[in-house]
């Protein structure tokens, strides 16, 4: 049991730096704390790439893989109490 949560702890770290530079990959759409400082001066064009609809994806699925770790670590820790 220990390998197991030794994995999704090193799964959980990992997930967590990949889904912030992802998150941080995203074109801003404005609206948001850049407008505030003058930075909402772009034109949004609204067009959607590929790659752009790619980062969407693959942003939701590793922040589904993140969820799942910690729900994994969470009930490990919940029970190992109860052994």
């Known amino acids: 049991m220990q390998i197991l949560e ?3 702890q090193v799964l ?14 995203h074109k801003g759409r404005g609206g948001g704390l850049s407008d505030m400082f003058g930075g909402g001066m772009t ?4 067009s959607s790439g590929l790659a752009e609809r790619n980062l969407n994806r693959f942003t939701v699925i590793l922040a589904l893989v ?7 670590l969470g009930l ?4 190992q109490g109860m052994v």
């Open 43 to 46: 034109s949004a064009l609204g």
């Open 6 to 8: 030794l994995i999704l």
């Open 76 to 79: 490990i820790t919940k029970f």
């Open 66 to 72: 993140w969820f799942v770790s910690i729900v994994a």
């Open 12 to 25: 959980l770290g990992i997930t967590s730096l990949l889904l912030t530079l992802l998150i941080l990959l």
